[in-house]
């Protein structure tokens, strides 16, 4: 079946460093969607990118999807203590099931 | 206020004993589904449901029932639970209308013991 791989699974920054973490799947995606979940908490919401090899930037946040739609990457700029979380990508099912195929998550901890 | 509510946050159970784990939206979302996370596995889905009473087996349905007789409610029931159904779930909705996946809504999670 469809699976997203996401690495790192854990990443140590200092306060301040650049952050990045990869989704890879096995197949085309139809879109991506990327989910913070705040330590504690629900996924939420944060992008979708839909065409291929589209960026789109949220304030410290870059997001792309890759030309063959088969990968994406969340990059942060200059960490805060507020980015702490896991970061989950999400991808669409092409075959029409309306699936989300969600990768393993990122574990980001920020070090003040 | 748009949101998706589960009930309960926290659940202890023993082996064997009926449980089941609400969710509701009031956004009248048409697609709602259920998830497990576990550490080192992400979220998986146990099942989904497109519009009331259409419901699809997700990537972990063993040992999970589901109902969607009302467009807002969609429980979660585990008939004989066991200690590896030991887990957080989130329900989640979204509306279905578009050609591409719309962004899920999720609930607050449900954390469950089984011993």
């Known amino acids: 079946g469809q699976q997203v791989m996401q690495i790192p699974q854990y990443q140590h920054v200092q306060e301040g460093e650049d952050f990045t973490t990869y989704c890879n799947s096995s197949t085309t995606l139809s879109n991506i969607q990327w989910y913070k979940q705040r330590p504690g908490g629900h996924p939420v919401f944060l992008i979708q990118l839909v065409k291929s090899g589209e960026v789109k930037k949220q304030k410290r946040l870059t997001f792309q999807f890759g030309e063959a739609k088969k990968n994406s990457s969340l990059h942060i700029t200059a960490t805060q203590t507020t980015d702490v979380g896991t970061y989950f990508c999400?991808?669409?099912?092409?075959?029409?099931?309306?699936?989300?195929?969600f990768g393993t998550g990122t574990r980001l901890k920020v070090l003040a | 206020e748009a949101q998706v509510t589960q009930n309960p946050r926290y659940l202890i159970t023993v082996t064997g004993k009926k449980l089941t784990v609400t969710c509701s939206q009031n956004?009248?979302?048409?697609?709602m589904s259920w998830y497990r996370q576990d550490p080192g596995l992400g979220l998986r889905q146990i099942y989904y449901s497109m519009n009331v009473e259409v419901t699809d087996k997700g990537d972990v349905p063993e040992g999970y029932k589901v109902s969607r007789k009302e467009k807002r409610n969609f429980p979660l029931i585990l008939e004989s639970p066991s200690p590896n159904q030991t887990s957080l779930y989130f329900c989640?909705?979204?509306?279905?209308?578009?050609?591409?996946?719309?962004?899920?809504?999720f609930g607050n999670g449900t954390r469950l013991t089984v011993t």
């Open positions: 956004m009248n979302h048409e697609y």
């Open positions: 999400a991808g669409g099912d092409t075959s029409g099931t309306y699936k989300y195929i």
């Open positions: 989640a909705s979204s509306f279905s209308g578009s050609s591409y996946n719309s962004p899920l809504h």
